[in-house]
């Protein structure tokens, strides 16, 4: 970092970050949620809320804004947890003198979904009043603090995500319970953290018909083995079955002045029976399961807190999971296992491992945050604006529940290579799409070798052909039109049947994704999208040309571009070819979808595709720099110079119906039918946002690219945030898909702004974006793209904001305001546009592992 970067600002407290009241919490998380769109065709999943994620990549359990589990993630299946007695039997209480109060300010009659039965409030004790709750999110981390007369108890979860080792892989968790005594006298407590089994969770498909990874889930009723253990100063209960080698367990240390009983078994509709208290605080009665009944465990703690004392409880919660299982039946290990080698012993000493080492994970996962703090506010841009600061890292750190939602493999091989795979979303459940991961940064900075390995499976799919021919599309989709086609195919002759019925994968192509979960496991490497023949996409490629110079920019891995180099040509020349008009820039078929926004025709050469396909260009006429391959930087030149030539031919200079100037590149213009586009496109900017974040020259001129942001900030400019496309009068576009605003779009378009000096006008769309993952509640969760204005469907009683889809890696893209922030300061010191690789290679590792801030 330059010496502005390393300059702090006063310490942050996760507290800071972001923090609301009880009643906010209801007033966010129910009255203002954020409702799904119906498309037509389809609904996606209303997505669980959720505030906090605790385990790892691939086994993780996602807690709501209310502090109870309600789903849970294992290996790509997104596991809904609706049973009240779930979600209720991970809420944990506390008694003072003889009252017992649940730490949730969830009413206990009251389920969160409506397919399980209601329960009496005298299953349970009184909840916590939600005036005196708490909540803040500071991903990974979480804490909620209650007030109960002169106690004050924070619970508080510890992720390993950012532990910098493998431990970050281990499916585990720590929740610390610090207990305050603000009075004068001293108080016995008992604190009861209980948990239901997510052992044998009896699953079942949500909706078979579509293509999504979602399931419900019951509790095991049936094969359930719990144990009580005490190891080397640690004592807990093992959750595990006689029908999986799946365990769960609680574990906590011996402290001094805390006694500790254990609760091997709960019956989840008898919360307060089982776990009715002695005087003494151990548990009433332990009673074996019964059959046909679902169980957890619980521990208990009794201690005494002294006057203005504070007690501090660690709690481990560990995921023993060993197996990740896919649909065709396949199989593969953990890569945790690996590092213990007594299985028997495996889950102890993971509680082990999980109570030694959550201190040194929090005290991490602080320093990290204060980093990015501090990175912010180091710019020009924040360094007088401490609330901007804030509302930036908190949408940057939001963004880290990608890898623990979205992780679907992870396992290391014999020869040490580390593969993993993540969905693009639980609804579209493809396997890192090529044109979606594009746009983030997490993975190269937290897993470079599992970044490494994903754009390698992309440069090897340009090679791959199957001649093979399947369907698309709606007859991809529908069985019914499948039928149509094999029984009227005179009603097909002399139709194209590109996006009908077509080779399965053309030589020379990117593929869109590595898989598909409702298809086989997730190391096939064998692209399963079919709602649009992508064999003939033009943004694959150039994104691919552009991703591969940015990981070789930040690792100086030129041996990976070295050996993949002659196949990246091969897939330019191959692009090429889909240059059907001659003017140098590929347009692909007529009236097709041809690009990521696979809802949007376009015709023609279009703004963001010309640019994406000039980015592609210049990013390999870089590398061919980079290897000293004179003929090829020759040949790219001229194929982006012809290229470039052809883009002048989007340019416009117009004047709304207001009488305003607009200057930009229209959506798309045929030179061969002088057909235009006139909307205004907010994406048409992207590659060059990518390839400023990698050190590299503009590809468009300053003050074009300073018309276009004014002219799009004028135009596109929504409710929700700055929609995809507008007309040039600033009316909505007849997509449905360009109506929407899209948070990744959003994130690029500030980022650009802000770095092209438009800083007022990039804090508003910052400010957009904070609205809409946390006004309206969609923490952890973040839609891909959302209505534009507020709107009534069917069945609801007031207009209200709806997304289309949740849950997505794309808006990762935030962490590039970051990157941007560290190669304008080395441009200012070089002087140069380019920055070299030595000036990017240790960014990241400065930003996870850099000395700490402050003492």
């Known amino acids: 970092m330059s010496e502005s970067e390393k300059q702090t600002s006063p310490a942050l407290a996760p507290r800071d970050i972001y923090t609301i009241a009880g009643p906010r919490i209801a007033e966010i998380y129910e009255r203002n949620r954020m409702a799904v769109h119906f498309q037509g065709m389809s609904k996606t999943l209303q997505f669980p809320q959720t505030v906090a994620l605790q385990g790892a990549p691939t086994c993780s359990i996602g807690l709501s804004p209310y502090g109870l589990y309600n789903r849970f993630n294992d290996a790509g299946r997104l596991i809904l947890l609706n049973q009240h007695a779930v979600q209720f039997g991970s809420a944990p209480f506390v008694r003072v003198d003889d009252a017992c109060t649940l730490l949730t300010s969830k009413p206990p009659g009251a389920p969160e979904l409506p397919d399980d039965i209601p329960a009496v409030k005298n299953y349970y004790p009184p909840a916590i009043a939600a005036k005196n709750v708490a909540l803040t999110i500071a991903t990974p981390s979480l804490e909620i603090a209650y007030k109960l007369g002169q106690l004050r108890i924070v619970r508080r979860l510890i992720s390993p995500l950012l532990a910098g080792n493998d431990q970050a892989l281990t499916p585990l968790g720590v929740e610390e319970f610090e207990v305050r005594n603000t009075g004068g006298e001293a108080r016995e407590i008992t604190l009861v953290v209980p948990r239901p089994s997510l052992v044998n969770l009896q699953e079942k498909e949500l909706k078979p018909t579509d293509q999504d990874s979602v399931y419900v889930a019951t509790a095991a009723v049936h094969g359930q083995r719990h144990e009580t253990f005490q190891d080397a100063g640690v004592r807990g209960v093992i959750m595990g079955s006689t029908e999986t080698p799946n365990r769960m367990a609680l574990a906590v240390p011996d402290l001094p002045g805390v006694a500790v009983d254990l609760q091997p078994y709960f019956c989840l509709n008898r919360y307060t029976g089982d776990l009715l208290l002695n005087a003494d605080g151990s548990f009433y009665e332990k009673r074996p399961p019964g059959r046909r009944s679902d169980y957890g465990a619980a521990i208990s703690l009794t201690f005494t807190v002294g006057p203005r004392a504070t007690v501090t409880v660690p709690v481990a919660v560990v995921l023993d999971f060993p197996e990740q299982a896919y649909i065709d039946g396949q199989t593969f290990e953990r890569k945790y296992v ?203 490629f150039p994104k691919l040309a552009m991703r591969v110079l940015r990981n070789v920019k930040f690792t100086g891995d030129m041996e990976f571009l070295k050996r993949n180099w002659d196949t990246l040509k091969f897939g330019l020349e191959a692009l090429l070819r889909l240059d059907f008009d001659g003017d140098g820039i590929p347009e692909g078929y007529p009236e097709d979808v041809k690009n990521t926004f696979d809802n949007l025709v376009l015709f023609g050469a279009d703004a963001y595709d010309a640019t994406q396909f000039l980015g592609g260009c210049q990013a390999m006429i870089r590398m061919a720099q980079m290897l000293k391959d004179k003929a090829g930087e020759a040949r790219l030149k001229q194929v982006f110079a012809k290229g470039w030539n052809s883009l002048d031919q989007l340019w416009r200079e117009a004047k709304n119906q207001k009488g305003e100037t607009l200057q930009y590149y229209v959506t798309c213009f045929d030179p061969k039918t002088g057909n235009t586009n006139t909307d205004v496109w907010t994406n048409q900017l992207d590659a060059l946002w990518y390839l400023l974040a990698i050190g590299e020259e503009p590809l468009i001129p300053e003050d074009r690219v300073k018309a276009i942001l004014r002219t799009i900030y004028r135009t596109n400019r929504s409710f929700m945030g700055w929609a995809m496309c507008k007309t040039k009068d600033g009316k909505p576009v007849k997509s449905d898909q360009g109506k929407d605003v899209y948070t990744t779009s959003n994130y690029v378009f500030a980022q650009l702004l802000d770095h092209y000096g438009m800083v007022k006008e990039s804090k508003e769309v910052y400010r957009h974006m904070d609205r809409v993952v946390f006004d309206y509640a969609n923490s952890l969760i973040t839609p891909d793209n959302l209505r534009a204005e507020l709107e009534q469907e069917a069945g609801e009683s007031a207009p209200g904001a709806h997304y289309i889809v949740a849950a997505y890696p794309r808006p990762g893209a935030v962490w590039t305001h970051l990157v941007l922030n560290h190669v304008k300061a080395r441009q200012a010191q070089t002087g140069s546009q380019t920055v070299a690789p030595k000036d990017l290679i240790p960014f990241f590792s400065g930003l996870l592992n850099g000395p700490p801030t402050r003492p």
């Open 338 to 540: 690996r590092q213990f080698a007594d299985p028997a012993g495996r889950t102890v000493a993971m509680a082990r491992l999980a109570l030694a080492s959550h201190r040194q994970w929090w005290d991490r996962t602080v320093a990290i945050q204060q980093r990015i703090y501090d990175s912010i506010r180091s710019s020009p841009s924040y360094r007088g604006d401490k609330a901007g600061a804030l509302r930036l890292t908190r949408l940057i750190l939001n963004e880290l529940h990608f890898p623990l939602s979205n992780a679907i493999v992870w396992v290391e091989d014999e020869q040490g290579r580390e593969r993993a795979r993540f969905l693009e979303c639980f609804d579209y459940a493809y396997i890192d799409p090529s044109d979606v991961d594009w746009y983030s940064m997490v993975l190269l900075m937290l897993f470079p070798r599992v970044e490494k390995d994903l754009c390698q499976g992309f440069i090897d799919s340009i090679l791959a052909e199957d001649p093979t021919p399947r369907f698309y599309h709606y007859h991809a989709s529908f069985v019914e039109a499948r039928k149509h086609f094999q029984e009227h195919p005179e009603e097909y002759a002399g139709k194209p049947l590109t996006q009908i019925r077509d080779a399965f994968k053309t030589k020379g192509s990117v593929a869109h994704d590595l898989g598909a979960m409702p298809k086989g496991h997730p190391l096939r490497n064998v692209s399963d999208y079919a709602w649009y023949n992508n064999n003939y996409w033009v943004d694959l």
